[in-house]
């Protein structure tokens, strides 16, 4: 199975930008989505950025600031986050599943296969 690992995590003030990048190992074949997730303290996990194919969905709070880009068939996945803002402070993890999802992408209980996550603060 994937063996997906983030990396690219630290600390900004508001407005500075990080690039998160998801790195999967391991038996991809068939886990051509991926999906970059984020849980603040006492939050529920919130599906930030998904890709699959030529599909690509963002969350609504961060259209416009966050791109997500992929390489090497999905197995290099880049979150490229711009206009960062405090209530973006989260820890982010990526995750590996199943293509067809449609609107469920940010659904976490689809998916089987998690990275430990890297944290991102964002300072005012």
């Known amino acids: 199975p994937p063996v997906p690992v983030e990396s690219g995590g630290g600390s900004v003030q508001a407005g500075g930008s990080l690039t998160l990048l998801c790195v999967s190992s391991?038996?991809?074949?068939?886990?051509?989505?991926i999906t970059w997730f984020r849980q603040a303290p006492g939050n529920e996990r919130e599906g930030v950025a998904t890709t699959f194919g030529r599909e690509i969905e963002y969350e609504d709070s961060v259209k416009y600031r966050f791109a997500i880009s992929s390489e090497n068939a999905k197995k290099k996945v880049y979150l490229h986050m711009n206009s960062l803002q405090p209530e973006d402070t989260a820890m982010y993890y990526c995750?590996?599943?199943?293509?067809?999802?449609?609107?469920?992408?940010?659904?976490?209980?689809?998916?089987?296969?998690w990275g430990r996550g890297t944290q991102v603060t964002v300072s005012s």
């Open positions: 391991g038996d991809t074949n068939g886990y051509d989505r």
């Open positions: 995750a590996a599943g199943f293509g067809g999802m449609g609107w469920q992408w940010n659904q976490p209980h689809k998916y089987a296969y």
